[in-house]
C-alpha cells in the first residue's frame, strides 16, 4: 500500500480520517448492537452461560478474607436470633439506627423512598432496612419455574452464613405481580415456604415502584398477560447502605461470592 | 463498557441522523390549539418480539400527550422538586448525562424552551409524570399511538407510511427543534417519529424468554442477524430500530435525542 504513505498532506488525509472513522464508528455501533449480551446486561456471559447455568457476577465490595471467628457482637438484636418459623412482628422497632443518619451514598437503591407494603400488611420504606447487609430476590408468586429456585438461593445464602449475621441480614423478596401478590398472598406463600421470618420482607408495591426497584437492581421483566411474567433471574446483595455489592444472574449458580458479600458488608458495620 | 458502547450505537445513529440531515418535512405547522392529551381507543398490539407464546397486548383506552414534555416543562418540573436538579439528584436515577445541556441546575442556557427536553433519565422522566398525576406510556401503548397514519388507526394501511416514518426516523435534526411543528396524526398526536426517541414505562422489559430457566435479552440476538427472523413483521425498519433503542436503554441513561412524553 505505498501510495498510502506517499499522500503526506493533512488535506488528502482528512477525508480518509473521517471515513474511517465513520466506519469505526459504524462497527462499534454493529458491535454494540449484535456483538454481545454485556451490552445489554450488564453481565458477562456468552450464550452457553445464558442457558441458566453459570453465574455471572459483578462483585464491586473490596475482597477481604473470610474470618469465620469474628462474629459481631449482636446481643442487641436477640430479637431476631431465634430463626422459628413464627415471625416476630415487633421485631421491626429494633433494628439499628443508621450511624448518625449520614447521607446515602448516591449508588444507594435505598433513595428509592416510596414504601412498599409487606406480608404483615405492613409499610416499609427500603431505607429502614440501612443498617445491615441485605439480599433482594425479584420473583412473583405464580411463577412455579424459576422462582422457587431464586428463592431457594436466598434460603442457601442465609444458610451459610453464621447464625448471628443470619438473623440480622435481610432477605427481601420484592413480586412483580402487583395485581395477583396481595400482602396476604405473599403471607401464605412466606409461610408455605417456612419463610415467615422476622428477617425476611416479602414485598409487593405499585406498578411504577416495581418498575424503578427493577430498573435499579437490572432486573429485567415483562408482563406477558394471562398472569405470567418473563424475567431474568437475579439475587443482589445490598451493603448495609443499599449499595449493591454482589449480583448473581442466572440459576443454579454459585453463591460464594453472595455469602463473602454479606460477610464483607456486615465487617464494615462495625 | 457498557457505556460507552451504548454511547457508540448513540453516535453511530447520530452520525447516519446529521448525513442524512436534508431539510425537515416542508408543510410544517405549528400545533394547533387543543387539549394537551388525547384519548386513544386502545385496541390490540402486536410487539415486534413477543415473549414465546404471547399472544397481541390488549391495550385499554389511556390518554396520551399530544407533544413531548419540553425543556421549559421540564424546568418548572425541577424548580418545584428541586430533588431533581442535576446537582441534587443521587447517581442512581441519573447518570452524568442528566441535563447536562443546562447552564445551572434551573437554567436552560442556550436550549431552546420550547424544544424536547431530552438529557432526563427514566428515573426523572417516570417523576416528572407522576407529579402531573400521569405516567410514561408502556411501550404497547406508545406503539400503539405510533402505528396510526395521517388517516386512520392503522398507518400500513395507507401508501407510503412506512416510508414516511422512517424518513422521519432518520432524518432527525441532531438539536432537536421546538415540539409541534411534525404533522399531527390520526389521533392528532405530534412528534412521534421526527423529533426524538422516546421513554417507556416498561423501560428493561425488552427481554423475552417467559418463565423458564433460561436468561438474558432475547431480543437482541433477535434484532441482530439470523435471529430477526423471529419478529413478527420484518418490513418495519423503523421499528426495528426503535425496538433496538430501547433494549440497550437502563433507567439512569440520558442521551440529546431522547426525550418523553406522559399518558394517563
Wanted: proline fraction near 7%.
Amino acid at each position: 500500500m505505498g501510495h498510502t504513505t506517499a499522500r503526506t498532506t493533512s488535506e488528502a488525509r482528512a477525508p480518509r480520517r473521517w471515513a474511517l472513522a465513520a466506519l469505526v464508528l459504524l462497527a462499534a455501533g454493529l458491535l454494540a448492537a449484535c456483538g454481545g449480551r454485556e451490552a445489554a446486561t450488564g453481565a458477562g456471559g456468552s450464550a452457553a452461560e445464558a442457558e441458566g447455568a453459570v453465574a455471572s457476577q459483578l462483585v464491586s465490595a473490596p475482597a477481604q478474607p473470610a474470618d469465620h471467628t469474628d462474629h459481631a457482637d449482636h446481643s442487641d438484636h436477640a430479637d431476631h436470633a431465634g430463626r422459628s418459623d413464627h415471625a416476630d412482628h415487633g421485631a421491626h422497632a429494633h433494628h439499628p439506627e443508621p450511624l448518625a443518619a449520614a447521607p446515602l451514598p448516591g449508588t444507594s437503591i435505598y433513595h428509592l423512598a416510596t414504601p412498599f407494603t409487606d406480608h404483615r400488611g405492613a409499610p416499609l420504606a427500603l431505607d429502614a432496612l440501612r443498617g445491615q447487609p441485605a439480599v433482594f430476590v425479584m420473583f412473583y408468586g405464580d411463577c412455579t419455574t424459576a422462582c422457587p429456585l431464586l428463592v431457594r438461593a436466598a434460603e442457601e445464602i442465609e444458610a451459610a452464613l453464621p447464625a448471628d449475621l443470619a438473623a440480622t441480614t435481610r432477605f427481601v423478596m420484592v413480586s412483580f405481580d402487583t395485581e395477583r401478590d396481595t400482602p396476604e398472598r405473599l403471607g401464605a406463600y412466606a409461610q408455605e415456604k417456612g419463610l415467615d421470618r422476622a428477617n425476611w420482607h416479602w414485598l409487593v408495591g405499585s406498578p411504577l415502584q416495581t418498575r424503578q426497584l427493577a430498573t435499579l437492581l437490572g432486573v429485567q421483566y415483562r408482563d406477558a398477560g394471562n398472569g405470567m411474567f418473563a424475567h431474568s433471574n437475579v439475587v443482589t446483595v445490598l451493603d448495609a447502605d443499599g449499595v449493591p455489592s454482589a449480583r448473581l444472574e442466572g440459576l443454579g449458580v454459585k453463591l460464594e461470592p453472595a455469602i463473602e458479600a454479606v460477610r464483607t458488608a456486615a465487617k464494615a458495620t462495625r | 463498557m457498557t457505556h460507552v458502547l451504548r454511547f457508540l450505537i448513540g453516535l453511530t445513529l447520530g452520525l447516519a441522523a446529521t448525513q442524512l440531515a436534508a431539510a425537515r418535512a416542508q408543510g410544517a405547522r405549528p400545533a394547533a390549539p387543543g387539549p394537551a392529551m388525547v384519548e386513544i381507543p386502545g385496541g390490540p398490539v402486536e410487539l415486534l418480539f413477543p415473549v414465546e407464546g404471547e399472544e397481541p397486548v390488549e391495550v385499554a383506552p389511556f390518554r396520551i400527550d399530544v407533544l413531548p414534555v419540553t425543556n421549559a416543562e421540564f424546568l418548572a418540573f425541577v424548580e418545584a422538586h428541586p430533588e431533581w436538579a442535576r446537582s441534587a439528584v443521587p447517581q442512581v436515577f441519573a447518570g452524568p448525562g442528566y441535563l447536562a445541556g443546562w447552564a445551572g441546575d434551573l437554567d436552560l442556557g442556550a436550549l431552546d424552551p420550547a424544544a424536547p427536553a431530552t438529557q432526563v433519565s427514566w428515573f426523572a422522566a417516570a417523576a416528572y409524570c407522576e407529579a402531573r398525576g400521569a405516567r410514561l406510556p408502556t411501550e404497547a401503548e406508545w406503539e400503539l399511538v405510533a402505528s396510526a397514519g395521517l388517516e386512520g388507526p392503522r398507518g400500513v394501511d395507507e401508501p407510503g407510511y412506512r416510508e414516511r416514518v422512517l424518513t422521519l426516523t432518520t432524518n432527525r435534526a441532531p438539536v432537536p427543534g421546538p415540539v409541534g411543528q411534525g404533522e399531527p396524526n390520526h389521533y392528532g398526536v405530534h412528534d412521534l417519529h421526527g423529533l426524538v426517541w422516546e421513554w417507556v414505562f416498561d423501560v428493561g422489559s425488552s427481554m423475552a424468554t417467559g418463565d423458564s430457566r433460561s436468561e438474558g435479552d432475547r431480543r437482541l440476538q433477535l434484532v441482530c442477524g439470523g435471529g430477526s427472523a423471529g419478529a413478527v413483521d420484518k418490513s418495519d425498519y423503523a421499528a426495528f430500530l426503535r425496538y433496538a433503542f430501547r433494549s440497550g436503554l437502563e433507567g439512569g441513561y440520558s442521551s440529546g435525542g431522547l426525550g418523553f412524553r406522559c399518558a394517563g
